[in-house]
């Protein structure tokens, strides 16, 4: 069993940035990969980000690269999401996921936190 337990999320302006983090317990595979995901109110849930459990390997969403920022501090056995430059439209619950392989894809985690809640005002 894998554990995920998400924190950092808040209420901040647009053009703030804010660090979430995601402590990681349980058996986790060196192959696993940790992601983010997003859902805001009456919207799908979005994939942001991913990297695999070595750090060798991540991938962004086209449309937040160079915004949003994925790690992992072995060490602290905890994943990070970097948000910079946070718009209104960034509002939403942000999940961590673990699964066996680095993807985009919703349905290939099958590990999630509870969700941490992230709301951008303008």
């Known amino acids: 069993q894998v554990q995920l337990v998400e924190s950092g999320g808040g209420l901040v302006q647009a053009g703030d940035s804010l660090r979430l983090s995601c402590a990681v317990s349980g058996r986790i595979f060196s192959s696993y990969a940790m992601g983010w995901f997003r859902q805001a109110p009456g919207k799908e849930r979005e994939f942001v980000a991913a990297?695999?459990?070595?750090?060798?390997?991540?991938v962004h969403a086209d449309s937040l690269k160079g915004r949003f920022t994925i790690s992992r501090d072995s060490a602290k056995n905890t994943v990070y999401l970097q948000m910079n430059s946070l718009k209104p439209e960034d509002t939403a619950v942000y999940y961590c996921t673990a699964g066996p392989r680095l993807t985009a894809s919703t349905y290939e985690y099958g590990y999630w936190g509870q969700g941490t809640q992230v709301t951008v005002s303008s």
């Open positions: 990297i695999t459990w070595s750090a060798s390997n991540t």
